[in-house]
T-cell receptor, first 108, second 112 residues
Framework: GIQVEQSPPDLILQEGANSTLRCNFSDSVNNLQWFHQNPWGQLINLFYIPSGTKQNGRLSATTVATERYSLLYISSSQTTDSGVYFC??????????FGEGTQLTVNP | DAGITQSPRHKVTETGTPVTLRCHQTENHRYMYWYRQDPGHGLRLIHYSYGVKDTDKGEVSDGYSVSRSKTEDFLLTLESATSSQTSVYFCAIKALGNSPLHFGNGTRLTVT
């Protein structure tokens, strides 16, 4: 099956710093999504982004489908950004496969 | 928030007992999924459904069965629970076509 790799696995930032999270995938996909799991365990959909760039406040995402990667940018990080960030790729039959996530800690 | 309810939210059971987890949606979405989340493994797909009575296996389906007799309900059954099935189980839904995936709040299952 398709392989999804996220990097870095762990990231520690000071409040106000910027960061870039990466998601690589091993085969062509129908679309890609980014999720944030907060410290209470809730999974929130951040972006649905099969290709191109989208922005939502301090977060933006870019997917280059032809090169099989996606990037999630977090600017001016806040402590509430802490948690785990997952990317998921959708293949045929609407199966979604997740990467193992990036654990982000933002310190005040 | 997407209308997804998982029940129960927490359950402790003994090895060898049957367990059924329920996912209920009010969005009338076509696709429903069951994932398990374990440390070091991210989210792994157990089973998913692409319509009433239409289901397919995911990457970790052994020891699990599912049923979907109505659009709004997707049941996950552990016929004989084992300690390796201790995990957090998430249900997710997605509409037909290019659309985002939305998760329920999860069920924490402990098998002793």
């Amino acid at each position: 099956g398709i392989q999804v790799e996220q990097s870095p696995p762990d990231l520690i930032l000071q409040e106000g710093a910027n960061s870039t999270l990466r998601c690589n995938f091993s085969d062509s996909v129908n679309n890609l999504q980014w999720f944030h799991q907060n410290p209470w365990g809730q999974l929130i959909n951040l972006f649905y982004i099969p290709s191109g760039t989208k922005q939502n406040g301090r977060l933006s995402a870019t997917t280059v489908a032809t090169e099989r990667y996606s990037l999630l940018y977090i600017s001016s990080s806040q402590t509430t950004d802490s948690g785990v960030y997952f990317c998921a790729v959708e293949t045929s039959g609407s199966r979604l496969t997740f990467g193992e996530g990036t654990q982000l800690t933002v310190n005040p | 928030d997407a209308g997804i309810t998982q029940s129960p939210r927490h359950k402790v059971t003994e090895t060898g007992t049957p367990v059924t987890l329920r996912c209920h949606q009010t969005e009338n979405h076509r696709y429903m999924y069951w994932y398990r989340q374990d440390p070091g493994h991210g989210l792994r797909l157990i089973h998913y459904s692409y319509g009433v009575k239409d289901t397919d296996k995911g990457e970790v389906s052994d020891g699990y069965s599912v049923s979907r007799s109505k659009t709004e309900d997707f049941l996950l059954t552990l016929e004989s629970a084992t300690s390796s099935q201790t995990s957090v189980y998430f249900c997710a839904i997605k509409a037909l076509g290019n659309s985002p995936l939305h998760f329920g709040n999860g069920t924490r299952l402990t098998v002793t």
